[in-house]
Each structure stands twice: as structure tokens, then as C-alpha cells.
């Protein structure tokens, strides 16, 4: 439990954050919170030579709403997210998320880029960013891009960011007032991550379901998209044949490991049944 | 009249003894982040060792390679087998009669076992070379599952017992063989069984968990070459104990060792045994003539420090038809690891697991135990209960519901028919113990009548009905227990560990002030014991409990003792304490009577001063006597007031409970809801009721998380599944449930104050009440017994054998 040795890094801009990256290449992580690469140093399942701490970066900081954007920088910790009133207002299934992420101690330091930018599939903001639809900023040496976060995971830990690009905003197109969300997480003590968890966000207009969509947690090597399942519900009034379809679409995506949470077919069907219970309380909270 | 009264009563409570809710004196330390535990010791030059462990469950080691460690900047030394075999220390004692590597010697026989010990300036120093120290390993067959353990074509797990038939509990019959202990009547039980209208059958797994004490195990090591001193910091449940063995085992003479064990957080019975690391700790401090400090982290703990439980047990009970019952035989296969490390008394190399009777009148009863050797880690300790009782009333409590269920009885109903009655004891068990007292019917009324039991039932069958009608997808389980536990061993004709008697002692000075100093051979490890045995003096001499200081720990002042596990401290040390304190107050009695010029026999001692019969307006207050200890006694008497009792036990004690747990289980998911968990504990005589109170809760809370998620599991390759606390589940305030406690008082007879010990029995009693009540909310669907940990996927499983998931 004691981490191998490495150099510190402390830029105060972007720009210098990237010339380290440059410099260091693979030898280098960024440093956000600190507690996912933390843990993975105290086991010496990372070693970086160099760590480049991002927290002097102010520009990195701060929740806002841009043009029917809401962006959120890279550096807001889990807990700013989880007590911002624009969030919680435009929003909610972020705060609702953050939430239930790990305990207090964790998201005072954790931050919501780090979040999305580590690819475990584990973490829980991954899965709401696709179901929102939500695009990171990605700055590099040769300027910035947008990646869909639908786009960006290509398996546990691999992810569309180049080495040399720091995650510097993320950028959600406003949902639709009056838009229902949920997130229904289960898992085996706080500060476990997800057995399985289902994100879901919908319109519903006369009691038709105008709009929807679906993403799962922990049921895969990557946050999975189950776009196919909230087909299954856009143009119905959320019967139970609907529900139903979308719940057996939802679990046929999964490819979940077995673990201590339980054995693959567990986490499938309770993936299941986390996306019937998101999809029955964001049809609640709906309108 | 009234004001006499009145101030008999205030000074009753002036002394804050027995039975008042003193707040805790170590919590003022502890909440400021004051406590000195192992790893605040620093000393002037001192190193740091760190392990190289194996990544291999079963393996030959054909080399180690040293030459890469020991060229990292500050390693001081590399220790391998090789180096410790000159003085002999390659191999050590366990508690339990086997031998133990120090250091793998020749090969590893679990996944995490010490190969070698690196000391350097610093930890990150030890931690880089540790991992540069080149081990070429050659796999050899891994044995995990201990059914395979004694098969004919089974691994030869240990060379260095080939052709050894003679174990230290008897013959061995196969290589992976470690003993046989049998007890009762086999041949009656038999009988009873064959002859029963009804026997109840299962099998029954206690599964292999961990004590995961907050702070993990550790010492600094200290030489003193120029005098020939040692002097061993750690996290030690018995001091003295390791004092003894490691002057047997290093030949450094008794008096040239002082063991301190200085504040611990938590043991549970992970810091009885001795470990690897603190072996090498002190070869490494005698070796380089430097302190050395050695501390393991949350990992190795959970891998390599002593395990508990992982018994196999497979029970028949029997019974009349109308559920009296005839008989009870169990046996058990107890996987012990690689090594046998048990910490039991000597001659029990199951424990008292023949308590499993339980708190039944059962006539006639017969055990057998197997343990057997696997490529696990070693241990086999007693989590947070005397030695084996969880898993005997696991048992029984298990087995009680099985029949019930057989039978078509309510579980709480079977219980009352068979309990022992209140005038049966003292009670000698088919097993052949001897309970103290008890007074279960009353116990168990008042549990039943507080938690609505009637009424439980009634809601139950309701909700199973709108389960069937499909209104609800939750089920509704009660869960009763009632546990009797054998504590405060113990007794020196049956109790030693490595030969010591399993005494306990007190030594007390009263100062001149009138104030006091108490030493015990017990060690607090969060129990409280220098606000409790305070108390216990308080009311026995009359002296203030703030004004008396408690020690333990340190064994250049101590007087010997076996240490504190298996609820031992107050049934053993507690006693010594009230008869040293006897012995003050003889003394001070006569030195009384002296002052007040009337003979002995005139005074009697009044709370907390000695008065003349008949003449209360006479007296010398405890203070005043202490003075006068100093400098007036009387005629042939010794000045001081001071006394030391060593106490052999006549007996163990015998505190029990009743326990109801009600659950809801959304069969949907597996997640059991604890809705209510009363506990009623009868711990004979009580003397700080917020101190049994947190007790209780910390027990509770161990036994929900053994019962609802602990596990230390191994793949077909031996190697530890989840040995980190992501996954070893430790509740934490929103995993834990309201806990309502209750209680009775049946005094123990044979302890000078009555007092029993509490601090195990919810652990022992409360993962059967929880087990219990995820049972019986599948019982309705033909379920008699489904294993633990109750996690959810175990439990969705469950639901989904029945055929009632969607
Ligand atoms: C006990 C515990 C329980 C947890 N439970 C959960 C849980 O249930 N759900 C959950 O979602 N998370 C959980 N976490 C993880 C936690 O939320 C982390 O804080 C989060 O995953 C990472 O954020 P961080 O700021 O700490 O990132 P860091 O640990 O600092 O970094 C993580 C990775 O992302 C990279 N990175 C960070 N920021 C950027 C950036 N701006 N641009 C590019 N790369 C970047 C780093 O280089 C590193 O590889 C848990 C953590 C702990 C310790």
C-alpha cells in the first residue's frame, strides 16, 4: 500500500499541464482528486514517474449554463455538484448520482472529470453523461474537440483521450423542462460501486413517452448505451408490454463479470430491474 | 433520618461504581486523536521491514535473489528462511501445538505468506526493494476445498510432518490430517437418533470471515545491545503471554524482556496469536542493533493474519412429535489452513465447541471435530467470542429452526419447550459443561412480549399470502435466537495456553491521598476497561473510581496475566480486581478499627468509610485510613495499603440472551432490509450499563456483517478473493440498523461480583438471530437452511431455486 516514486507537478494553467504531458509522455498521469489514481498507486497498479497536478488550474473549476449548454468544469469536485442549485434545477439526475457516489470524504476530493475521464466502469457519472448526451472537451497540444460521451469509452480504462489531452469541460445540452429522471443504483454498502445502475431520462407529453434514454453502469467493460431499450419506449405510454421490452433489450447488452457483487447472471437481471424501477420514477417525476 | 439517607445515596454516586454509566476515561484521548498506538511509536534510528509475500498458494521456492533489494538506496537487510535457521527461528510454536514458518522454508502454502523480510531506513524504501527481492517459484497442486482435504491422492501439503501418525491433539490418519476431538456419547446418541419419531438433518457452513480490527497488527522491536534488553511494542491481545514465548523461543531471559502493548484499536481475537512479523522484527532489531518497526497493511491483514470460523458442520437433531428433544450429534470439518494456528486452550484444539448444545435440556449429545490442512492462511481465532462458540451456537440455533420447521413449531415455541429450566442449575450438559446460571424462560418472555412476536407472526402470514396473490414483491422474516455462551476461560485444571494457566490478576497501591493505581494482566482493545474495573474497585473499598488510575499492558509493571479474548477480562481479571480489592478493605478494616480504638469485628465498611456498629456517626472514611496506612497501623501490621490477587476461576460463566431480528427481503433484487433487531442480553451482574450498551451495538454490528456479506474466499487457485475492504464487508452507519437493547439479571454464582461478560455474546448470538430470520422468510416455500454470507445474490438465488423470482 505504499506507492512507487514519482516527481510532482503543480502547472496553473492548461497549457502548462499539456507541455508536461508532452514532456513525459506515458511516464506522466494527471492528478484530479486523487481517488481513483491514488488507490491504483498504493497498489502499484500505477506507477507513474511524474504526476501532474491539476488543482492550480482555476479555469477548470465551476458549474454554469452557456446557450442552452450546461457546462460543468473538469475540476468541480462530486460535491459541488451534488449542492449546485443550477443543477438541481435543470438537471437533478446529476446531483442524484453524485450522491451515491462513495461517502462525503470521497466527493469533497473526487471531481466529476476525473470521474468520466478514468474509464473504470465502475464509476457512475459515465453512464449519466450518456444518457444525456453529454459531449467532454478534450484540449491537446493541437487545440480542442468535443467527444460524445457515448463516443469516448473503448473498454475498461481505454478511452478516446489522447495521452497528451487534458478533459477540460463537460458540456450537456440542457434537458427538456419538465424532463423525468432517475437513477437506480444497487450496491452492497456505501462506497461500493454499482452491482449494476440504470440511468434513464425521458419526455412524456399526454402520458406518451415523446423522448428517451437509457444507460447502464458496471454491466460491461464500458458504461453501455442501451439505446435500443429506450426505443422501445418513445411512442408508447409506458405500458407494461414497453417496460418489459426495454428491460429484456437493456440486459441483453450487458456483459457483466462475476465478482463479489455476485455472478454474471445476477448482475444481468438486476440491471434489469434497475432499469424497470429508473424508468417507473422518471415517469413520476415527469411533467 | 431522611438526610442520612439521602447522603448514603449521594455518596454512593460520588464514587461512580458499579452499575452507573460512567463515561468512558479513554475517550477523551480518542476523540482528540490522542491515542498512542503502535505506529505512533517512533524512536531515534528505527527501520522499517516489509514483507515479500507469496503470490502462490502451493509452491516450491527454488531461489531467492537478494542482490537487486539489497542495492536500493537505504535497505538495510534482507531476511530469507536461510538467515533465520542459525538461531533457530525459521520455524515457531503456534498456540495450538503445530509449528509454523517464520519465513517460507523451502516452499508457501497460501497465497500472501511471508518469503522475505526487508529493513530499511524507510517504508517506501522497504516497499520498492521488497518488490525487486527475485523468488523463482515452481507451482505444485493447490488444495482449497477441504472435503478433498483426506482423499487418498490429495497434496502432500506439509513435508516437514511426513511420517508423523502423532499429532499434538492424537493420531493423525492422513498427511493433511490435524486431529480428531471428540466428545459426549456416541453410542446413546445413536441410539437416540435411530429411535427418534423425528430427526432433523443439515449441513451447516460457518464460512471463513476475518476479525479486520480498525488498526492492523504491528511492533517495533527494540535491542538494547548493550544491556541484553528487548523491549516489543505491539498489538498484543496477551502481553505477557508473548513475553513468555518469545523468551522461550529467542532464549533471551524472561527478565531482559518488556512487552508493551500500548493502545490497540480493536483485536477481536487477530491480535491473540504470534505472526511471522513480529519474529523478524525483533532477528532484524538484534541483527542491526537498531529499533525496527514492523506494521502490515489493510491487505495482508485480510490475507495472511489470522482468519476465523470455516467450519463444516453437518447436524441431526432429534426429537418427540410433539418437539421435545431426544438427541444431538454434529460433526464438524474445520479447515485450518496451512498451518494449525488455532488460538484455543490447550486441550481444546476446537474450543468449547461442546457448548453447541446450546440453552436445551438435551440428554444425550455427541461431537466430533476433523481439522485438516489447506492451502489457506492459518488461523482459526475467536472473532469477537470464546473459543469456537460462535460457530456452536450458529449451530444450534440453526438447527433448532430446522427442526422447528420439521416439527411444523414455531421456532420460539420449540425453544421454550426445551430450554434448561431456571432450576436446573447449576446444569451439567450432555457435553460436559457445567452452567453456572440461567434464567432463560423469563428472558425469552420478555423478548417475545416486547417485539410483539404474536403479532409479528400475524403480519407475516399476511404479507406471504399478498405475496402469493402477486401484491407484493417482499417478504417479511423473524428470526429468533437465544444463545448461552462459555466465557472467562478459564478454570487451570482445564485451561492453558502453551502451560499457562488461564488465571487473571490485579495488583492495587492506594496512595497515602487516598487515591489508587490498579494494574491488570487483561489489555483493553476498545472494551473500556479503565473506566469498568475503576468501577468494580469504587464499590469494592470505597474509593472514588475517578481517583483511580487503571493500567494494563506493560509487563515490567503488570502482573502476569493471559490477556484479553474470549470475553475473559471481567469473568478472570474482573474477579481479581474485586478480590484484591477485598484484601484492601480487610486491611483497611483493621487499620479502621485501630484509629477508632474499637476491635475489628465493631466496624463495618459503609460505602466508603468504615463505621462503628451501631454508632454511624463514628467512622474513618477510606481516605483516612489510606493515611493512615502510611503512618499509624496498628501494632504488628505492615505500613502500606496495598494488594495483589491472581485468580483462578472455579468456573466459566455462562451469559446468554434472546435475540428477534425482522426482515424484509425484496426477492426482486436479494437486498434484505434489517427493520428491527432487539437484543436482550443477561450478563449476570452489570456494571457500566452504556458501556454493555456499546458493546452490544459493536457485537451486533460485527455479527451483521458476518451474517449479511463477510467472506474470505479463494479461487480454485488458492488465491484470496477480495482480500481489500472494497469487498470484505464492513458496515458502516447507514448499513447498520437501530439496535434495541434489553436486558435481564441472573448474577453468576461463583464470581465475587456476579458478573459475566458481555462484550462477545452479541457477535455469538446475533448472526444466528440474523441468519434465522432470512431462513424463515423463505421458510413458507419448503427453504430449511441456506448458507451465509445472506448478500444479495446469495439471497436472489435463494428466491430464485424457490421459483418465485420473475
Ligand atoms: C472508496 C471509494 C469509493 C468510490 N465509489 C465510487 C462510486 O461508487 N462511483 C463512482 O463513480 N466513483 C467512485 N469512486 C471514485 C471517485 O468518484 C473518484 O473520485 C473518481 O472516479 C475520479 O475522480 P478524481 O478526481 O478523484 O480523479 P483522479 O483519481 O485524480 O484521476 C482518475 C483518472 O482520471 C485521469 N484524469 C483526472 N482528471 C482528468 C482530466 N481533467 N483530464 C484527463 N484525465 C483526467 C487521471 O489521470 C486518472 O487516470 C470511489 C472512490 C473511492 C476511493
Known amino acids: 500500500m505504499i506507492p512507487g516514486s514519482f516527481e510532482y507537478h503543480r502547472p496553473e494553467s492548461v497549457d502548462g499541464a499539456i507541455a508536461l504531458l508532452n514532456e513525459h509522455g506515458d511516464e506522466a498521469r494527471l492528478l484530479a482528486g486523487g481517488h481513483s489514481l491514488i488507490p491504483m498507486m498504493k497498489l502499484r497498479m500505477a506507477v507513474p514517474s511524474h504526476i501532474v497536478d491539476l488543482q492550480a488550474i482555476d479555469s477548470l473549476h465551476g458549474i454554469s449554463e452557456e446557450g442552452g449548454e450546461l457546462v460543468i468544469g473538469a475540476l468541480t469536485t462530486q460535491h459541488e455538484v451534488l449542492t449546485s442549485d443550477l443543477l438541481a434545477a435543470k438537471c437533478p439526475i446529476i446531483p442524484e448520482a453524485a450522491a451515491l457516489i462513495a461517502d462525503p470524504q470521497v466527493r469533497y476530493c473526487g471531481t466529476i472529470g476525473g470521474n468520466v475521464a478514468n474509464g473504470d466502469p465502475g464509476n ?45 469541460q463537460i458540456r450537456i445540452p440542457t434537458p427538456a423542462v419538465g424532463h423525468g429522471s432517475a437513477y437506480e443504483k444497487q450496491k452492497r454498502k456505501i462506497g461500493d460501486y454499482a452491482t449494476a445502475a440504470a440511468a434513464v431520462i425521458l419526455t412524456v407529453e399526454s402520458g406518451r413517452c415523446i423522448s428517451a434514454s437509457i444507460a447502464l453502469t458496471n454491466v460491461a467493460s464500458t458504461p453501455l448505451y442501451a439505446e435500443a431499450a429506450a426505443g422501445a419506449l418513445v411512442g408508447t405510454d409506458l405500458g407494461a408490454d414497453a417496460v418489459d421490452t426495454a428491460v429484456r433489450l437493456a440486459e441483453e447488452i450487458t456483459e457483466p463479470t462475476s465478482d463479489g457483487r455476485g455472478p454474471a447472471d445476477f448482475r444481468t437481471h438486476v440491471a434489469g430491474i434497475m432499469v424497470r424501477r429508473a424508468i417507473a420514477r422518471a415517469q413520476k417525476n415527469a411533467g | 433520618m431522611n438526610a442520612e439517607v439521602a447522603s448514603v445515596e449521594e455518596r454512593k454516586q460520588n464514587l461512580k461504581g458499579m452499575g452507573t454509566s460512567r463515561r468512558r476515561v479513554e475517550d477523551a484521548r480518542f476523540v482528540q486523536g490522542k491515542g498512542n498506538y503502535v505506529d505512533d511509536i517512533k524512536l531515534p534510528g528505527m527501520l522499517f521491514g516489509d514483507f515479500v509475500r507469496s503470490p502462490y498458494a502451493h509452491a516450491r521456492i527454488k531461489s531467492v535473489n537478494k542482490e537487486a533489494a539489497l542495492a536500493v538506496p537505504g535497505v538495510k537487510a534482507v531476511l530469507t528462511a536461510d538467515d533465520l535457521k542459525p538461531v533457530n527461528l525459521a520455524w515457531m510454536p503456534t498456540l495450538a501445538g503445530d509449528v509454523q514458518m517464520v519465513l517460507a522454508d523451502g516452499k508457501v502454502l497460501f497465497q500472501g505468506q ?40 490429495a497434496p502432500v501439503l506439509r513435508e516437514d510432518l511426513e511420517g508423523k501418525t502423532e499429532g499434538a491433539h492424537g493420531p493423525r490418519r492422513h498427511h493433511n490430517h490435524i486431529f480428531t476431538w471428540e466428545v459426549g456419547d456416541q453410542d446413546g446418541t445413536e441410539r437416540a437418533l435411530a429411535d427418534a419419531e423425528i430427526v432433523a438433518k443439515e ?104 482468519f476465523a470460523r470455516d467450519y463444516h458442520m453437518t ?39 461442546n457448548i453447541c448444545t446450546g440453552s436445551y435440556d438435551i440428554p444425550v449429545a455427541h461431537v466430533s471435530v476433523d481439522g485438516v490442512y489447506t492451502n489457506k492462511a492459518p488461523g482459526g481465532v475467536a472473532y469477537r467470542c470464546s473459543f469456537r462458540v460462535t460457530e456452536a451456537s450458529y449451530f444450534i440455533e440453526r438447527m433448532m429452526d430446522v427442526l422447528a ?11 421454550i419447550k426445551n430450554f434448561i429450566k431456571k432450576e436446573q442449575f447449576p446444569y451439567t450438559s450432555a457435553l460436559g459443561w457445567e452452567y453456572d446460571s440461567g434464567d432463560y424462560h423469563t428472558a425469552m418472555e420478555k423478548a417475545l412480549e416486547t417485539v410483539k412476536y404474536k403479532a409479528l407472526r400475524d403480519e407475516q402470514k399476511a404479507n406471504r399470502e399478498a405475496f402469493a396473490r402477486g401484491e407484493t414483491r417482499s417478504l417479511v422474516g423473524v428470526g429468533v435466537g437465544f444463545f448461552t455462551e462459555i466465557v472467562g476461560a478459564g478454570p487451570i485444571k482445564n485451561c492453558d495456553i502453551l502451560g499457562l494457566g488461564m488465571f487473571d490478576s490485579c495488583e492495587i497501591r492506594v496512595h497515602p491521598t487516598g487515591s489508587a493505581i490498579a494494574r491488570l494482566g487483561t489489555i483493553s482493545q476498545g472494551q473500556g476497561h479503565a473506566t469498568t474495573f475503576a468501577q468494580i474497585l469504587a464499590s469494592e473499598i470505597g474509593i472514588p473510581a475517578d481517583q483511580i488510575t487503571v493500567e494494563e499492558g506493560d509487563t515490567d509493571t503488570a502482573p502476569y496475566g493471559l490477556g484479553t479474548y474470549g470475553s475473559r477480562s471481567t469473568p478472570v481479571a474482573g474477579a481479581a480486581t474485586a478480590m484484591a480489592g477485598r484484601k484492601i478493605k480487610a486491611k483497611a478494616q483493621m487499620i479502621a478499627a485501630w484509629l477508632l480504638e474499637v476491635h475489628d469485628d465493631d466496624v463495618e465498611f459503609d460505602v466508603d468509610r468504615f463505621v462503628v456498629k451501631g454508632a454511624p456517626e463514628r467512622f474513618k472514611t477510606m481516605a483516612e485510613v489510606a493515611f493512615a496506612a502510611y503512618n499509624n497501623v496498628p501494632p504488628g501490621l505492615e505500613p502500606g495499603l496495598e494488594a495483589v490477587s491472581y485468580y483462578d476461576p472455579p468456573n466459566m460463566t455462562y451469559p446468554f440472551g434472546a435475540y428477534v431480528c425482522v426482515v424484509d427481503i425484496d426477492v426482486d433484487t436479494g437486498v434484505t432490509d434489517i427493520r428491527r433487531f432487539y437484543a436482550l ?23 451483521l456483517a458476518i451474517a449479511m456479506g463477510q467472506e474470505i474466499s479463494y479461487d480454485e487457485m488458492g488465491n484470496v478473493k477480495g482480500a481489500s475492504l472494497m469487498d470484505f464487508f464492513l458496515p458502516t452507519a447507514v448499513e447498520t440498523p437501530v439496535w434495541e437493547t434489553d436486558f435481564t439479571v441472573t448474577p453468576s454464582p461463583h464470581h465475587p461480583i456476579g458478573a459475566k461478560g458481555v462484550g462477545e455474546s452479541p457477535n455469538v448470538g446475533g448472526v444466528s438471530a440474523f441468519s ?22 446469495r439471497v436472489w438465488k435463494t428466491a430464485e431455486r424457490l421459483g418465485i423470482t420473475a
Open chain 2, 772 to 793: 434465522n430470520a432470512v431462513n424463515d422468510a423463505f421458510a413458507h416455500l419448503g427453504l430449511t437452511h441456506t448458507q451465509m454470507p445472506h448478500d444479495h445474490w
Open chain 2, 114 to 153: 511471508e518469503v522475505a523480510f526487508v529493513v530499511a531506513d524507510d517504508r517506501y524504501a522497504a516497499s520498492d526493494a521488497a518488490e525487486l527481492v527475485e523468488v523463482e517459484y515452481e507451482e505444485l497442486p493447490v488444495l482449497v476445498d477441504p472435503f478433498k482435504a483426506m482423499d487418498a491422492d
Open chain 1, 124 to 168: 457512475d457519472m459515465p453512464a449519466i453523461m450518456q444518457a444525456l448526451g453529454a459531449r467532454f472537451r478534450a484540449v491537446g497540444p493541437n487545440g480542442s474537440r468535443d467527444i460524445a460521451a457515448r463516443d469516448y469509452y473503448e473498454a475498461a480504462y481505454f478511452t478516446e483521450l489522447e495521452e497528451n489531452e487534458v478533459l477540460t
Open chain 2, 203 to 306: 449441513k451447516i457452513t460457518y464460512q471463513r470471515v476475518h476479525p479486520c480490527p480498525l488498526e492492523t497488527a504491528g511492533c517495533v522491536a527494540s535491542m538494547d545491545k548493550v544491556n541484553g534488553h528487548l523491549t516489543l511494542w505491539g498489538t498484543f491481545q496477551a502481553p505477557h503471554a508473548v513475553r513468555t514465548v518469545a523468551s522461550l523461543i529467542s532464549t533471551i531471559p524472561e527478565h531482559k524482556i518488556r512487552v508493551i502493548s500500548p493502545d490497540i484499536g480493536g483485536g477481536f481475537g487477530n491480535k491473540v496469536g504470534v505472526y511471522p512479523g513480529y519474529i523478524c522484527s525483533v532477528v532484524a532489531s538484534i541483527v542491526l542493533g537498531v529499533p525496527v518497526k514492523w506494521i502490515e497493511d489493510r491487505i495482508e491483514n485480510l490475507q495472511s493474519t489470522a
Open chain 2, 405 to 415: 420447521r420439521k416439527l411444523e413449531m414455531d421456532p420460539a415455541e420449540l425453544r
Open chain 2, 681 to 703: 442480553d443477561d450478563c449476570g451482574t452489570r456494571i457500566n450499563p452504556m458501556i454493555i450498551e456499546g458493546q452490544v451495538h459493536g457485537g451486533l454490528t460485527e455479527a
Open chain 2, 315 to 353: 447436524g441431526e437433531i432429534s426429537a418427540t412429535r410433539d418437539g421435545r428433544i431426544t438427541g444431538l450429534k454434529c460433526h464438524v470439518l474445520a479447515d485450518h489452513g496451512g498451518f494449525d494456528a488455532c488460538a484455543d486452550p490447550t486441550k481444546f484444539p476446537a474450543g468449547f465447541f
